[in-house]
């Protein structure tokens, strides 16, 4: 018998078996859990009214994500969604970039086509210190030669949510240390955005909630 062949025979079937297995198997883990919440998202005057502002968080959190991959992130999901509804999803991902990796993160991923509308959005719920550290990064950027337009150029030459190349801006301690230092005062803010966030959006929420059916059949 010859066990020379057999052998990597045997690994193979071995292998193709493990593969098909994992394949087949029930999805597990934090990203399939979080794609699990976005599919079955849904945002309802009703379902806001009776949630907690932590509850309110992930409703409007997972809801928008899902509208946004509707075209994968695209142009047409941004700008047919509710303008009360997208001031609140602009801070939201501001936020989450800033929180996980500073203002440069928010810059040069895919959220930093937006900063602009970002700023705008501050203004609208009235965090106003928030804003401000944010125009200060901008200013930061534009003193080394990093544009918005720049910025936005770099970003839309890539696919999405891949981040350009940042080894020269790294590279430049000066501007890193001033956003360093811009990501302290972030981090240290006591600036409530969450409640201002939220009173915002239920000042203005007259006419989303059939805005939303229409849209989205929600």
Not at 24 to 52: C, H, M, R, Y
Not at 89 to 106: A, D, M, P, R, T
Not at 175 to 199: G, I
Request: net charge negative.
């Amino acid at each position: 018998m010859n066990y020379k062949l057999i052998i990597p025979i045997l690994v193979i079937v071995i292998l193709a078996f493990w593969f098909y297995k994992s394949k087949t198997n029930k999805p597990t883990g934090i990203a399939d859990e979080w794609n699990q919440k976005v599919n079955s998202a849904e945002l309802t005057k009703e379902l806001f009214n009776k949630a907690s502002i932590d509850e309110k968080e992930d409703l409007i959190y997972y809801f928008t994500q899902k509208i946004r991959r509707k075209d994968n992130y695209g142009k047409v999901s941004f700008s047919k969604m509710p303008e009360t509804l997208k001031t609140v999803y602009l801070i939201n991902e501001f936020e989450s970039e800033v929180n996980n990796g500073g203002f440069l993160q928010f810059f040069t991923n895919s959220s930093g086509k937006y900063i602009n509308e970002t700023i705008e959005s501050l203004e609208l719920i009235g965090a106003n210190n928030t804003k401000n550290i944010l125009e200060k990064a901008v200013k930061i950027m534009l003193k080394h030669n990093e544009s918005t337009e720049n910025l936005n150029r770099k970003i839309n030459s890539r696919e999405l949510y891949e981040i350009f190349e940042t080894s020269e801006i790294y590279d430049n301690e000066f501007l890193m240390k001033e956003l360093n230092d811009l990501d302290s005062k972030f981090y240290e803010s006591a600036e409530p955005t969450q409640e201002l966030k939220f009173k915002y959006f239920e000042s203005n929420e007259n006419g989303i909630w059939n805005e939303l059916k229409e849209k989205y059949c929600t």
